[in-house]
């Protein structure tokens, strides 16, 4: 499913004296099926533009498209920096909570939750409390309940931030493995640059605060992505694109 942001406003507040401006006429199109990575300065507006596609808040100005057939009950899905688990559930039953209250729940709930833990390398882990999981596992179990939410649209705001490098080099083996499997449309907020790149088919930069899109860098790279992808020269041309972007946005 596409998503279209055409001259998208939004402010923090109630019009008066405090009031706060996250977002200005920003544009922006995320093709069907692709990974479209954001990156910018801290507090540009990154993760209210992924508030605003989940439609947890409207823009004031503009308008949000989502274009296509859709082909999942839901439109979006989102995965937060913290997995905020359910700590008196256990990982299963917080990794299926999108059928809890669904009419079919006793027929897809065990099919579910199984399938996408075994995903992210969960498996043998649903009778666990989140409590007694490492953070990559918690990590996992987030990633695993937005999959199962079964979202035509993933929101990921920064998911692999928390994590140790090997943990997080993992993760990134098994969220390239999820998206050749179920290649859905994903946004993906970032701040490590080299992440956005190898995850990505393209990224924008963003510039703000309030945000603005600078520019979308286009990476040329074969899927599937593998641990010798970073050494290939389009990675590198791609990270410093990026990363010149960003220096840009940084000065304002």
């Given at each position: 499913m596409q998503?279209?942001?055409?001259?998208?406003?939004?402010?923090?507040?109630?019009?008066?004296?405090?009031?706060?401006?996250?977002?200005?006429?920003?544009?922006?199109?995320?093709?069907?099926?692709?990974?479209?990575?954001?990156?910018?300065?801290?507090?540009?507006?990154?993760?209210t533009l992924l508030r605003?596609?989940?439609?947890?808040?409207?823009?004031?100005?503009?308008?949000?498209?989502?274009?296509?057939?859709?082909?999942?009950?839901?439109r979006t899905a989102m995965v937060f920096q913290d997995p905020t688990l359910i700590p008196w559930w256990t990982t299963g039953r917080n990794i299926g909570i999108g059928v809890e209250f669904s009419a079919k729940r006793r027929q897809l709930y065990r099919k579910i939750r199984s399938f996408s833990a075994d995903r992210v390398g969960l498996k043998g882990m649903l009778n666990r409390m989140p409590s007694t999981l490492s953070a990559g596992q918690q990590t996992r179990a987030g990633m695993s309940r937005a999959f199962a939410h079964d979202a035509d649209v993933l929101l990921l705001d920064e998911?692999?931030?928390?994590?140790?490098?090997?943990?997080?080099?993992?993760?990134?083996?098994?969220?390239?493995?999820?998206?050749?499997?179920?290649?859905?449309?994903?946004?993906f907020v970032t701040h490590d640059v080299e992440e956005a790149v190898l995850l990505s088919d393209r990224v924008t930069v963003l510039a703000g605060p309030p945000a603005w899109a600078l520019e979308t860098v286009e990476v040329p790279l074969a899927r599937p992505r593998t641990r010798d992808t970073p050494t290939e020269p389009a990675f590198r041309t791609a990270v410093a694109s990026v990363w010149d972007a960003l220096e840009r946005a940084s000065l304002g």
């Open positions: 998503v279209e942001l055409k001259d998208v406003s939004y402010r923090y507040g109630d019009g008066t004296a405090g009031e706060v401006e996250a977002i200005k006429d920003l544009d922006l199109t995320i093709e069907t099926r692709t990974v479209h990575a954001i990156v910018g300065p801290t507090g540009c507006g990154k993760s605003v596609l989940a439609g947890m808040v409207e823009p004031q100005a503009g308008s949000v498209r989502f274009r296509g057939r859709q082909i999942r009950p839901n998911p692999f931030v928390h994590l140790d490098a090997i943990t997080r080099r993992k993760l990134w083996a098994e969220f390239e493995t999820a998206w050749q499997f179920d290649p859905r449309t994903y946004v």
